[in-house]
Each structure stands twice: as structure tokens, then as C-alpha cells.
């Protein structure tokens, strides 16, 4: 194994070691994950931008205060990958459309902005459904990515990109957004780990919006640990954003050190347990629940009767608030404008350029929303999905009366083939049938591996959910798993994943004889 | 549960302001009768006693001191991405037609 092959392998947290005493460099490690970008990315298509150069006078800025002796933070120097959702002052920032293609912002988004003060390194924007619209990076203006266990199968989405750079080795860390699973699903897909925190937690001040009341931003990573610490860098209350949420939070890092499950409750929902899961995404999840209770924790079964009219009620108030988040896009400020032949008035100018510009499932929700909203339809529509929403916060509310957390599977499948789903689009809702009602009631939830499906051999995630404001309980739970499971596994899941750079290797292989 | 019509989805594409080709239509109006089928179940579940949520976490509204803080955009950033500029001033097409 290379240096370089070594650096990239390292989780966040131990790069972040390396770097504080000096045997690594930032410029070596962001270096390292430069060249693994451009050895495999044209395979797996997880980055729409990659600013190299930016990158490296970055890390050489971080290099310099180190060896300055200046205080910086616990991942100072560490690469990192930011969804094409959050606009970077500097950086190409689409969402996936082509109606913003090449729009370069005049600001960071608020994570973005913290990441960079705590000394990360950006290296550039990764892939996404167009505005966040899917679960498959299928319906990305730029092409789908490629999962990295099987370049034929989808990275899961909206955040697919994330995970698949996280996975393929390109970055040790990346940013998401989550409004229905677009973080925790693609992590349940390329055996990554992937946080939704609570509503609120992480300001989405420079988050392109998509459905506000549920949108959140959170960490994409390889492990627990460096999720947690990437969490404690974003999250705080912002004054740019009216919902963040004004609180002082506990640490997220150290939740997950302590990973003690004993005397722990931990909530089976019954009505996500079904036969509607593939048979490998159950029995992994089913050990996973025998490992902890075997540490100490205790397995009730709890039932969430309204999650089922969750899907129903998220696809009324998801269009609903992104065909209203949407009509900024009118051609006049930013981004495309399209003139039909012979000129026109605006309204005509911005017809032609919201046609051009938007995607086949963009423009389903937002006529869907525009329906959903009209005069008539709107309280026997948009308003019932708002009562649904109320049960469903009900259920969360019983349940944890009786349990500390939830866990579900994260998804009802493994990855399934590139265009598979893409013309159902039904079935692709279907996707996020078990990530969607911690959305609709704000609460935060975590995606780990819980290993690889034996029909398949594909990653499979567990899900596990807290009480708002409780993301601590997440770590703690998902850390003590991730530590029972990686001793099963002799290592960590990725391990096992296919060696993308193989015909690379033979290529240098060849010319050095 | 009232069917949807192609007449429809183009008065919703016009309300929405997308210029939508009458192929897209054709599609649309399918693709929108059986998802609003999906969706109409919440009706199953949604009485009159139960209250709406609009926000997941319960907050006042929320202000701010009316003074101009040292982080708005300057006209040139504000004005950078615009596709037509006059000055400092966005272009913006004719707001009225010939036979208005």
C-alpha cells in the first residue's frame, strides 16, 4: 500500500491525528485525495467541480499556522466535500440544473463558511438530483453518479454524490442536505454513515431550498466518530437563518466516544419491519439489534401507526413548498434566461426559461405543488398533509415515551440498476418510506452499515431516531454498533468494497517494466 | 376525487410559468392522476379534530434589530450573476405585450 493509497484510507479523525503532530502535511493529504479524484471520478462521477488549486493554497495556509504554533481545530488540514446544494462563494453551485449551470455565488452557505474557518479543505461540489428532487442522482442535469460497490447501480439521492465520493476513498468527510432521506439513504446504499440532524440544528442560511419546513443540512462520512465531529463544527445557532434553533448544544464527539448502550431502549417500529424490506436489509438489521441487546440494551417493540400516510403526506408538502421556493428562478437576477424567438414579455421570457432549465421530475413537483395548492384543493390536499404531519409527530411522541431511540432499516432495498425506477416515479418514492416521517416531525436520524445484503452483496444501513434535540443519543447508539460490528467484520465495511483504480494500477503496472 | 385534465395541467404550467410542450402535457396529466390517487390517502387519516402542523419545531417569530449589518452584498456581488444589467440595475423584459 502507497503513502498515498494509505492517506486516503484514513477516517477523518485519525488524518486529523496525523496532521496535529506534523507527520502529515495538509497539502500531502489534500494532495493524496486530488489524485484519487482524478484516478476514479470519471468512473464514478461524484463531483460536478473540482478546484484543485484552491484547495491546495488552503492546505498550505494550514500547514503554515500549524507550523506557526496557532490554535486550530480538531480537523483543521482534513479534505472535504460539499453537496452542490450549498452555495460557495468561489465555486460553481447548480443543485444539479441547468438552470443555474455555471452561477458562481457572491457568498457561503453558513455550514460551508464554518467548515471553512475550522480549517477543512473544500475540494470541490459533488453531484445531486436536481434540487434535491430524487432518490438516485438519476435526475441530475450532469448525469447520474456511479455507486462505488457497482458502478451499475445507483449511489442512492438526492445526495449521491456525497456518498459516493465518502465511499470511493475521495474525501474523508462531506456535507449533505436531508429533506425526505437525501442523506441517509445514499449512506444505506454505499455503506457510509450519514446524519440527519434535528430541524434547526445547522443554519441552511446558503442552502438552495428546496421544501423549507423540512430541509437540513448534516455530515457525510465513513464513520461515527467523524461524523459527530463534523457535526459539532456546522451546528449553532445562526442569526441568517430564522428557524436555526438558539441553543447550546452538548458535544456530538464525545457522545460518541462514550458509546454505551447499556440500560439503553431502543424502539422497534413495527409497521417498519415488514415484508416490504428486502430479506438481506431485515436479517442485517435484525443482528445488529441482537448485538446491542447482547451489550445491554433493551429491544421494545413500539408502533407508529400514521407512518404510513407519510410518503402520501410528504409528496403534498414537498412540491408544495418547492414549486413556492422555485419561482425565484424567473430569469432576471441569476442563472439562465431563455428569449423565445422574436423577444417576448417576461412572463413569456421566464416560461421559455423555466422550461429549458428545469428537469423532467423539477417540473412534475412543481406543477404537482401548484395543483396541490390551488384555490379548492388546498385544505383537502396541502392542508390535510399538515394534520398527517401532526399524527405522525404523535406517534414519535408515544414512542418515546417508552424508548430512548428508534431503529428502523434505513431503506426498503439495496441499490438497485441505473434506471431502474427511472420512469415509475411512484416506486421511486417508495425509497424513502422509512426516512421521511423524521423530516415531517423535525426529529434527527442516523444512517450506519449493518453490513452487506448475502443475496447480493450490497451495503445495507440500520436507521436509528431521536427526540428532537436528542442527536446525541444518535452517536452514542451509532458508535457502539459501528464498534460491535467493525470487530465482527475484522474491519471496516469499505474494505470490502471493489478496488475502483484496478485498471489504473495495471496501466502504471505496464509502463514500469 | 376530481380527474385531471390536460386542460388543467396547462392552466397549472402557465400558472407555474413553464412553458410546457404538448408532449409534456400528455405525460403529466397521467403521471398526475396517479400520484394525486397515492397521495389522497392522507384524506383517510385527516378529521376535522386533528390539528394542522406547518413547522416541525414550534418557534415565535423571530426579529432582528432594523440596522444594516457589515455583511449584505454589495451592488457589484448582488448584480454578478444577473444574465442582463444595466449599471446597477437588473434588465428585465418588457412587462407588457403588444396587445396589452
Given at each position: 500500500?502507497?503513502?498515498?493509497?494509505?492517506?486516503?484510507?484514513?477516517?477523518?479523525?485519525?488524518?486529523?491525528?496525523?496532521?496535529?503532530?506534523?507527520?502529515?502535511?495538509?497539502?500531502?493529504?489534500?494532495?493524496?485525495?486530488?489524485?484519487?479524484?482524478?484516478?476514479?471520478?470519471?468512473?464514478?462521477?461524484?463531483?460536478?467541480?473540482?478546484?484543485?488549486?484552491?484547495?491546495?493554497?488552503?492546505a498550505a495556509e494550514v500547514d503554515r499556522a500549524r507550523a506557526a504554533g496557532e490554535s486550530l481545530g480538531e480537523l483543521a488540514g482534513v479534505p472535504i466535500a460539499v453537496k452542490d446544494v450549498l452555495v460557495t462563494e468561489g465555486m460553481p453551485s447548480t443543485s444539479g440544473s441547468k438552470i443555474l449551470e455555471g452561477w458562481i455565488p457572491p457568498y457561503d452557505a453558513t455550514p460551508v463558511r464554518k467548515v471553512r474557518e475550522a480549517g477543512l479543505i473544500p475540494l470541490g461540489k459533488t453531484n445531486m438530483d436536481e434540487f434535491a428532487m430524487g432518490s438516485s442522482t438519476e435526475h441530475s442535469a450532469y448525469g447520474p453518479t456511479h455507486n462505488p460497490w457497482d458502478l451499475e447501480r445507483i449511489p442512492g439521492g438526492s445526495g449521491g454524490g456525497s456518498a459516493a465520493s465518502v465511499a470511493a476513498f475521495e474525501a474523508p468527510l462531506a456535507l449533505g442536505s436531508d429533506t425526505g432521506g437525501s442523506i441517509r439513504q445514499p449512506a444505506h446504499v454505499t455503506g457510509t454513515v450519514g446524519v440527519k440532524p434535528t430541524y434547526g440544528a445547522v443554519s441552511r442560511y446558503g442552502s438552495i431550498a428546496l421544501a423549507s419546513s423540512l430541509d437540513q443540512i448534516g455530515p457525510v462520512t465513513r464513520t461515527v466518530l467523524d461524523a459527530a465531529l463534523l457535526h459539532d463544527v456546522i451546528a449553532g445557532h445562526?442569526?441568517?437563518?430564522?428557524?436555526?434553533?438558539?441553543?447550546?448544544?452538548?458535544?456530538?464527539?464525545?457522545?460518541?466516544?462514550?458509546?454505551?448502550?447499556?440500560?439503553?431502549?431502543i424502539g422497534v417500529v413495527k409497521e417498519l419491519d415488514s415484508d416490504g424490506f428486502q430479506a438481506g436489509v431485515r436479517q442485517r438489521f435484525h443482528e445488529s439489534l441482537d448485538l446491542l441487546e447482547k451489550q445491554g440494551a433493551e429491544i421494545v417493540e413500539v408502533s407508529a401507526p400514521n407512518f404510513e400516510y407519510s410518503i402520501a403526506a410528504y409528496y403534498l408538502i414537498l412540491p408544495a413548498e418547492a414549486s413556492s421556493n422555485l419561482a425565484k428562478f424567473d430569469s432576471v437576477r441569476f442563472g439562465l434566461r431563455v428569449t423565445p424567438d422574436g423577444g417576448g414579455t417576461v412572463e413569456q421570457v421566464m416560461a421559455a426559461t423555466r422550461e429549458a432549465g428545469f428537469g423532467p421530475e423539477v417540473k412534475r413537483r412543481i406543477i404537482l405543488g401548484t395543483y396541490a395548492l390551488s384555490a379548492g384543493y388546498y385544505d383537502a390536499y396541502y392542508g390535510s398533509a399538515q394534520k398527517v404531519r401532526t399524527l405522525v409527530q404523535r406517534d414519535f411522541d408515544a414512542a418515546f415515551e417508552q424508548v430512548d431511540v428508534l431503529a428502523t432499516p434505513t431503506a426498503p432495498t439495496t441499490a438497485f440498476r441505473l434506471g431502474e425506477k427511472l420512469d415509475d416515479p411512484l416506486a421511486m418514492y417508495l425509497n424513502d418510506v422509512a426516512t421521511i416521517p423524521a423530516n415531517l416531525a423535525g426529529v434527527p436520524g442516523i444512517s450506519l452499515p449493518s453490513g452487506l445484503a448475502p443475496e447480493d452483496g450490497l451495503p445495507v444501513g440500520i436507521q436509528f431516531l431521536a427526540p428532537a434535540r436528542e442527536d446525541a443519543r444518535l452517536y452514542n447508539v451509532g458508535s457502539a454498533l459501528e464498534q460491535l460490528l467493525v470487530a465482527e467484520w475484522g474491519g471496516p465495511i469499505l474494505a470490502k468494497a471493489p478496488d475502483l483504480t484496478t485498471h489504473e494500477l495495471t496501466a502504471t503496472e505496464e509502463g514500469a517494466l | 376525487m376530481p380527474e385531471i385534465s390536460a386542460e388543467q395541467v396547462a392552466h397549472l404550467a402557465t400558472l407555474a410559468r413553464i412553458a410546457l410542450t404538448e408532449e409534456e402535457i400528455a405525460h403529466l396529466t397521467t403521471e398526475l392522476g396517479q400520484i394525486m390517487q397515492a397521495v389522497e390517502q392522507v384524506n383517510r387519516v385527516a378529521t376535522p379534530e386533528v390539528p394542522p402542523t406547518s413547522h416541525p419545531i414550534p418557534m415565535q417569530n423571530v426579529f432582528r434589530a432594523d440596522v444594516v449589518t457589515d455583511d449584505v452584498l454589495t451592488p457589484a456581488?448582488?448584480?454578478?450573476?444577473?444574465?442582463?444589467?444595466?449599471?446597477?440595475?437588473?434588465?428585465?423584459?418588457?412587462?407588457?405585450?403588444?396587445?396589452?
Amino acid at each position: 500500500m502507497s503513502h498515498a493509497d494509505d492517506l486516503i484510507r484514513l477516517n477523518a479523525a485519525d488524518l486529523a491525528g496525523r496532521l496535529a503532530t506534523g507527520d502529515v502535511s495538509s497539502v500531502e493529504a489534500t494532495r493524496a485525495h486530488l489524485d484519487r479524484i482524478a484516478a476514479v471520478d470519471g468512473a464514478v462521477h461524484a463531483f460536478l467541480h473540482v478546484d484543485a488549486e484552491r484547495a491546495l493554497a488552503a492546505a498550505a495556509e494550514v500547514d503554515r499556522a500549524r507550523a506557526a504554533g496557532e490554535s486550530l481545530g480538531e480537523l483543521a488540514g482534513v479534505p472535504i466535500a460539499v453537496k452542490d446544494v450549498l452555495v460557495t462563494e468561489g465555486m460553481p453551485s447548480t443543485s444539479g440544473s441547468k438552470i443555474l449551470e455555471g452561477w458562481i455565488p457572491p457568498y457561503d452557505a453558513t455550514p460551508v463558511r464554518k467548515v471553512r474557518e475550522a480549517g477543512l479543505i473544500p475540494l470541490g461540489k459533488t453531484n445531486m438530483d436536481e434540487f434535491a428532487m430524487g432518490s438516485s442522482t438519476e435526475h441530475s442535469a450532469y448525469g447520474p453518479t456511479h455507486n462505488p460497490w457497482d458502478l451499475e447501480r445507483i449511489p442512492g439521492g438526492s445526495g449521491g454524490g456525497s456518498a459516493a465520493s465518502v465511499a470511493a476513498f475521495e474525501a474523508p468527510l462531506a456535507l449533505g442536505s436531508d429533506t425526505g432521506g437525501s442523506i441517509r439513504q445514499p449512506a444505506h446504499v454505499t455503506g457510509t454513515v450519514g446524519v440527519k440532524p434535528t430541524y434547526g440544528a445547522v443554519s441552511r442560511y446558503g442552502s438552495i431550498a428546496l421544501a423549507s419546513s423540512l430541509d437540513q443540512i448534516g455530515p457525510v462520512t465513513r464513520t461515527v466518530l467523524d461524523a459527530a465531529l463534523l457535526h459539532d463544527v456546522i451546528a449553532g445557532h445562526d442569526p441568517h437563518d430564522s428557524t436555526s434553533i438558539d441553543m447550546a448544544w452538548p458535544s456530538m464527539a464525545e457522545a460518541a466516544r462514550n458509546a454505551d448502550v447499556k440500560g439503553l431502549r431502543i424502539g422497534v417500529v413495527k409497521e417498519l419491519d415488514s415484508d416490504g424490506f428486502q430479506a438481506g436489509v431485515r436479517q442485517r438489521f435484525h443482528e445488529s439489534l441482537d448485538l446491542l441487546e447482547k451489550q445491554g440494551a433493551e429491544i421494545v417493540e413500539v408502533s407508529a401507526p400514521n407512518f404510513e400516510y407519510s410518503i402520501a403526506a410528504y409528496y403534498l408538502i414537498l412540491p408544495a413548498e418547492a414549486s413556492s421556493n422555485l419561482a425565484k428562478f424567473d430569469s432576471v437576477r441569476f442563472g439562465l434566461r431563455v428569449t423565445p424567438d422574436g423577444g417576448g414579455t417576461v412572463e413569456q421570457v421566464m416560461a421559455a426559461t423555466r422550461e429549458a432549465g428545469f428537469g423532467p421530475e423539477v417540473k412534475r413537483r412543481i406543477i404537482l405543488g401548484t395543483y396541490a395548492l390551488s384555490a379548492g384543493y388546498y385544505d383537502a390536499y396541502y392542508g390535510s398533509a399538515q394534520k398527517v404531519r401532526t399524527l405522525v409527530q404523535r406517534d414519535f411522541d408515544a414512542a418515546f415515551e417508552q424508548v430512548d431511540v428508534l431503529a428502523t432499516p434505513t431503506a426498503p432495498t439495496t441499490a438497485f440498476r441505473l434506471g431502474e425506477k427511472l420512469d415509475d416515479p411512484l416506486a421511486m418514492y417508495l425509497n424513502d418510506v422509512a426516512t421521511i416521517p423524521a423530516n415531517l416531525a423535525g426529529v434527527p436520524g442516523i444512517s450506519l452499515p449493518s453490513g452487506l445484503a448475502p443475496e447480493d452483496g450490497l451495503p445495507v444501513g440500520i436507521q436509528f431516531l431521536a427526540p428532537a434535540r436528542e442527536d446525541a443519543r444518535l452517536y452514542n447508539v451509532g458508535s457502539a454498533l459501528e464498534q460491535l460490528l467493525v470487530a465482527e467484520w475484522g474491519g471496516p465495511i469499505l474494505a470490502k468494497a471493489p478496488d475502483l483504480t484496478t485498471h489504473e494500477l495495471t496501466a502504471t503496472e505496464e509502463g514500469a517494466l | 376525487m376530481p380527474e385531471i385534465s390536460a386542460e388543467q395541467v396547462a392552466h397549472l404550467a402557465t400558472l407555474a410559468r413553464i412553458a410546457l410542450t404538448e408532449e409534456e402535457i400528455a405525460h403529466l396529466t397521467t403521471e398526475l392522476g396517479q400520484i394525486m390517487q397515492a397521495v389522497e390517502q392522507v384524506n383517510r387519516v385527516a378529521t376535522p379534530e386533528v390539528p394542522p402542523t406547518s413547522h416541525p419545531i414550534p418557534m415565535q417569530n423571530v426579529f432582528r434589530a432594523d440596522v444594516v449589518t457589515d455583511d449584505v452584498l454589495t451592488p457589484a456581488q448582488a448584480l454578478a450573476g444577473a444574465p442582463e444589467r444595466d449599471g446597477d440595475r437588473f434588465v428585465v423584459s418588457a412587462i407588457l405585450g403588444e396587445e396589452q
